[in-house]
Nanobody
Framework: QVQLVESGGGLVQPGGSLRLSCKTS????????IGWFRQAPGKEREAVSC????????FYADSVKGRFTVSRDNAKNTVYLQMNSLKPEDTAVYYC??????????????????WGQGTQVTVSS
């Protein structure tokens, strides 16, 4: 069955970095856009970034542009989110998700059909 498993979250000081991984299984990663989303306590889910199946197209929310970088290694069935210059407002549970087959790059969560369980990122001194 389709599975996405996030890892790499943790506690980091402001200005620090983390790299999240999204390990996928049960489908051919090469064919699908993968997105990253986050949800902070008491707030709505927010789109963070996505990467097209080939990796040629990437999109970022304005709040993370210039600080976060999404990448993928289809041979390892893994998608990454490198997060630099982290701020306290980046604190959230981060989720990766698989887009539906016809989608090529979107930050619309309704275009994603399978989701991971999330990994907690806490930015605090």
């Amino acid at each position: 069955q389709v599975q996405l498993v996030e890892s790499g979250g943790g506690l980091v000081q402001p200005g620090g970095s983390l790299r999240l991984s999204c390990k996928t299984s049960g489908f051919t990663l090469d064919y699908y856009t993968i997105g990253w989303f986050r949800q902070a306590p008491g707030k709505e889910r927010e789109a963070v970034s996505c990467i097209s199946s080939s990796g040629d197209l990437t999109f970022y929310a304005d709040s993370v542009k210039g600080r976060f970088t999404v990448s993928r290694d289809n041979a390892k069935n893994t998608v990454y989110l490198q997060m630099n210059s982290l701020k306290p407002e980046d604190t959230a549970v981060y989720y990766c998700a698989k887009a539906t087959p016809t989608v090529t790059g979107t930050l619309d969560p309704w275009e994603y059909d399978y989701w991971g369980q999330g990994t907690q990122v806490t930015v605090s001194s």
